[in-house]
């Protein structure tokens, strides 16, 4: 009985704590997990995440995945796409600010914010909460499917059986 692995990506645990992620059916987090496990081959995520699916329906289903507004903006917060956004607009209306303003003065504060310079925004993984699993419950990540057998007190898989 295999156990699967972890993803290794820090961010990860933001994205399992996230709106976006409680936002998403269960086949779609399956879907998610396995796409971000596997490299981002949405076929072989679809297929995970939908094992009784034909090969004509999962190219669709696929495509469409990937487009779904709420997995696109999981995945962005995965790739931190957000902050480099957010940090983007901040710096153009510095550079459009009066410099002294208060206008000026509150876009430095937030891109310091931001950056992590205040102290305000921790990078830290440890500080989003992991996810609890129940026995019973379905893992997919490093492209392999299984059910949760047995969970240590913090509610992590000690053991997994694979599912084909």
């Known amino acids: 009985m295999p156990a699967t692995a972890q993803i290794?990506?820090?961010?990860?645990?933001?994205?399992?704590?996230?709106?976006?992620?409680r936002k998403l059916s269960a086949q779609r987090r399956v879907f998610l997990t396995?796409?971000?496990?596997?490299?981002?081959?949405?076929i072989a995520a679809t297929r995970t995440a939908?094992?009784?699916?034909?090969?004509?329906?999962?190219?669709?289903?696929?495509?469409?995945?990937?487009k779904h507004?709420?997995?696109?903006?999981?995945?962005?917060?995965?790739?931190?796409?957000d902050l480099q956004q957010?940090?983007?607009q901040v710096r153009v209306n510095l550079a459009a600010a009066k410099p002294g303003s208060v206008a000026a003065q509150r876009?430095?504060?937030?891109?310091?914010?931001?950056?992590?310079?205040?102290?305000?925004?921790s990078a830290e993984p440890s500080e989003a909460p992991r996810r609890k699993y129940k026995i019973g419950d379905s893992v997919t990540q490093?492209?392999?499917?299984?059910?949760?057998?047995?969970?240590?007190?913090?509610?992590?898989?000690?053991?997994?059986?694979?599912?084909?």
Not at 10 to 17: E, G, K, Q
Not at 107 to 121: C, H, S, T
Request: with cysteine.
């Open 142 to 164: 490093a492209g392999h499917t299984g059910r949760v057998l047995s969970i240590d007190t913090d509610g992590q898989p000690t053991q997994v059986e694979e599912i084909q």
């Open 8 to 21: 290794e990506n820090p961010t990860w645990d933001v994205v399992l704590a996230s709106k976006m992620w």
């Open 69 to 81: 507004p709420d997995i696109v903006a999981a995945l962005d917060l995965w790739r931190g796409n």
């Open 107 to 121: 876009l430095l504060a937030q891109k310091e914010r931001l950056l992590g310079l205040d102290g305000a925004v």
């Open 50 to 66: 939908y094992p009784k699916a034909n090969d004509k329906s999962v190219v669709c289903m696929s495509y469409e995945l990937r």
């Open 34 to 42: 396995a796409y971000v496990a596997n490299g981002e081959d949405a």
């Open 86 to 88: 957010l940090l983007e």
